[in-house]
């Protein structure tokens, strides 16, 4: 079994930063992906932010130059380092992670941190 613990979140006001973790537990043989995405009422999951064990790395438009993810294999620990934070980006921020164990492949999700900005 797999699981996904994020932490980080809080409130931060605009203009503020935001370190979200997300560590990984189980029987890891190792990790293909790591995604941050965040929801809201009412709106679909978005995906922030998005690494792959080759290295690439995606982010939607709206936080490119400001959100930078990375990922520490030894740890089995990603993270999304949030700077200038706008309103906008208040959200729960989810951890998804591709996770091959010696048995099976899991498409694992953590249970949300919450962000909010306040103007």
């Known amino acids: 079994q797999v699981q996904l613990v994020e932490s980080g979140g809080g409130l931060v006001q605009a203009g503020g930063s935001l370190r979200l973790s997300c560590v990984a537990s189980?029987?890891?043989?190792?990790?293909?992906?790591v995604g941050w995405y965040r929801q809201t009422p009412g709106k679909e999951r978005e995906l922030v932010a998005r690494i792959t064990s080759s290295g690439n790395i995606n982010y939607v438009d709206s936080v490119k130059g400001r959100f930078t993810i990375s990922g520490d294999n030894t740890k089995k620990t990603a993270y999304l380092q949030m700077n200038s934070l706008k309103p906008e980006d208040t959200a729960v921020y989810y951890c998804n992670a591709g996770v091959r164990t010696v048995l099976s492949i899991w498409d694992a999700w953590g249970q949300g941190t919450l962000v909010t900005v306040s103007s």
């Open positions: 189980g029987s890891i043989f190792s990790i293909d992906y």
